[in-house]
């Protein structure tokens, strides 16, 4: 054979049409996933090419692999990539037709279901009907994984809990085959839990540093700036033939900020929940493609949207929680060139998260308040008291060992002034 019989190779190169694997750790994760001996868990930035682990795979293995993800937005766009490859794949939840969801249910009862991915939300795997029909097809032998992608949302301690990812414990109790978690924030204490919570023995762990060497983050202190809107058009100014995002904390944000730089002949749209699906199409699909160049949105905006040449990332106001950041700001530069990561900060903001998380938290736990306080610390203080390294503030923040990374932080090119000016502007507001 061309590849020596490696069927993971040929794979790779016929269906899947890439050269090579992106890294070592995208390789031997692979490997480890087709080889079937272990449950395996992933933590990998975004962009790094999660999907590959799972997907390639179970083009390969004899069975089907059952993918559980936590948005059909989310789950529609992968059916779609895999369909285009030739690759049987389908989804079933409560947006599936009844034609299809037959259809899918009879290649399930077959002695050997051709269909290869089978994308489905934690609510549809809770429902009896669908354990027992999943518990035949693994009795015959025909379930190859499972696999649990944002597998953070298992976690109270992450920072995206989704109460219905803890139904997936059940499923596993009751048909036991590899279990692959894929994240891309998860501290120790996330990755703990997770394992515990999707009962995974024997686990392998693949982790990539946190560490973005092509992301130049700066923290600015809005009240310090003359004119903080001023300061982001210098900065749009530049970069008049980018793409970029600007996220915002609220909506009518996102809209007065989309108007003014459309204003000053920025071509920028906003986007948010609170517009119909059909606009929020339009402005994703024209910024995807590159007709328009800004997006002003809000948080609801980015998972699972993968485009390549995002130049910056702009945080309007602070986001909540250090994981956040670290996963909003990463939609930059996922083609390994230079981005720009810029937050503009003021402790207004930082109070106003603290407020609003205090109003929304009445049935966290005691614990998962602590948690959710101490990520938004994390958040002020890497804004407030930068003491080191941008990208060593967030290893550490991730328990990963990062190198200072000498010229692509602010802190790293002046960290005298970038520490004064943080202090000045804390003072002030304390003052
Ligand atoms: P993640 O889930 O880790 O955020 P994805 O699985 O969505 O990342 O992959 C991100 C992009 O990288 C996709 O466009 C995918 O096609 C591409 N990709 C994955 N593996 C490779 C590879 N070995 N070579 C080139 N491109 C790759
Ligand atoms: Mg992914
Ligand atoms: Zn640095």
New binding site residues.
Partial sequence: AVDGGDRIMSALKRVFK?????TDL?ESACRTVFEGRSDVFVC?P???????LYQLPATLLPGVTLVISPLLALIQDQVTQLKDKGIKALALNSKTKKSERISIMADLNLVSPTIKLLYVTPELLATDSFRSLMGDVRKRGKLSLLVVDEAHCVSQWGHDFRPDFLKIKDFRILNQCPCIALT?TANKSVQKDVVKQLQMEDVKTFTASVFRENLYYVVKMKDLLPSPFEDLMKFLKNRRDQTGIIYCHQRIDCVSLAKDLSGMGFSAAAYHAGLTSNIRDKVQSKWMSGEMKIITATVSFGMGV?KKDVRFVVHWSMPGSLESYYQESGRAGRDGKRSECVLYYSREDSNLKSFLLKQSWNNYSDEKKMATMKSLEAMTKFCEQPDNCRHVLIGNYFQDKVEKCGEMCDYCVDPGSTANKASQAKSQASG
């Fill in positions: 890439f050269e090579k694997f992106r995208q990998m975004t962009g790094a090419g999660k999907s590959l891309a993968d």
